[in-house]
């Protein structure tokens, strides 16, 4: 794990400043001679800068994104608690944690602060920029605005605006957070059991009717309670609590709510996708019932070099680490070829 610090105030979207910001990232392998084979990858809501770890079937050595070949670099977002700028972190002006001060975040915020750290490392082409979720909404916005920097595009579960759907699941989980007596306490375990609501939203919403059904049903037909679907849910909420921070959640599922390709640039979001030339693999999961497949494509019917492949996964949104060796098979195939 490494350290950027960037000591020059940092403008938001929004209109406010970070008078400094720090991001955490993670790098593998080594830059080749003509610094040619770089691949960043773009994590999703609560993930980290660890990329070799969460999504482990796809990066890592004898995987396809193989640290013996590429210099894969993974920052940890904006926002988040992983030892970026956050709501964890210490304002320098006053020496005490943001929590609900921290000012509000954009997408493209995020991607100018992966900016920052490019250009810190010396980077001048990146060969491949990957992303899932809302780690594919940010390499869409990068491609956007450093066109000539990025040469090719994966993208997987994700789509070129936030939609209807996914701003109403997300509203829903911060509702959840605000319920919590403790929310906008002072201290960071504020919001904790909101956070475990928030979290048992979202699992409905990563997976699905059909896994649910076929995971989680109890074989025993006379129970009347301790159900396992019940136990399954409380579990998923309580691991998210003990590893993340409420504040950050509610802060970056606004800012997923904030993701529009065309905002302030384009008519409409077809003319944003028509202006990402460059060529894209984009992946759909069948039962993804976040980023349904009807998303991705859209993307590809507008965005002029992309391919499309539709994977059939029962693990509905989080197919986009599940399935790693479709993906495996899918994206090595396009690299090799284009």
């Known amino acids: 794990m490494n350290h950027f610090y960037y000591g020059k105030p940092f403008t938001l ?12 990232y993670n790098t593998y392998g080594a830059l080749n001679e003509d610094r040619s084979n ?33 210099f894969i670099v993974c920052a940890n977002i904006l926002g988040s608690c992983y030892g970026s700028t956050g709501p964890v972190s210490e304002d320098p002006l006053n020496k005490r944690p943001y929590y609900s001060h921290f ?10 602060a992966h900016i920052l750290l490019r250009q810190h490392l010396g980077i001048d082409r990146i060969h491949l920029l990957m992303g899932g979720s809302m780690g594919g909404y940010q390499a869409c916005g990068w491609a956007l605005m450093e066109r000539e920097v990025i040469k090719k595009l994966f993208l997987i579960a994700t789509s070129s605006t936030e939609s209807a759907w996914g701003i109403a699941v997300h509203t829903a989980q911060r509702l959840a957070i605000e319920a919590d007596a403790s929310w906008r306490e002072a201290f960071p375990e504020a919001g904790r059991k909101g956070l475990k609501a928030a979290r048992a939203i979202g699992i409905l919403t990563y997976r699905n009717y059909g896994i649910l059904v076929k995971k989680q049903s ?36 606004k800012a997923l709510d904030s993701h529009h390709l065309a905002r302030g640039r384009y008519p409409g979001v077809e003319q ?5 030339s460059q060529k894209t693999l984009i992946m759909g999961i069948d039962s993804d019932i976040l980023c349904p497949l009807e ?35 899918y994206l090595g195939a396009w690299l090799e070829r284009v």
Not at 40 to 54: E, Q
Not at 103 to 112: A, G, S
């Open 38 to 70: 770089v691949v960043w990858v773009c994590h999703a809501l609560t993930a980290n800068s660890d990329a070799a770890h969460w999504w482990s079937g796809l990066i890592g050595e004898d995987k396809l994104i193989n640290p013996a070949k590429y």
């Open 295 to 329: 998303e991705q494509r859209f993307m590809a019917r507008y965005m002029p070099a992309a391919e499309l492949v539709e994977i059939d996964s029962a693990y509905g949104h989080d197919g986009f680490m599940v399935e790693t060796g479709k993906i495996t098979k």
């Open 103 to 112: 000012p509000r975040i954009t997408i493209r915020d995020m991607v100018r």
């Open 218 to 253: 109890d074989p025993d037909p006379e129970k009347t309670d301790h159900y396992k679907a019940s136990s399954y849910i409380e579990y998923q909420g309580e691991k998210l609590v003990n590893r993340f921070n409420a504040y950050c959640y509610w802060l970056l599922t």
């Open 272 to 276: 944003a996708l028509q202006s990402i």
């Open 13 to 24: 979207e929004c209109g406010d400043s970070l008078p400094s910001i720090n991001i955490v």
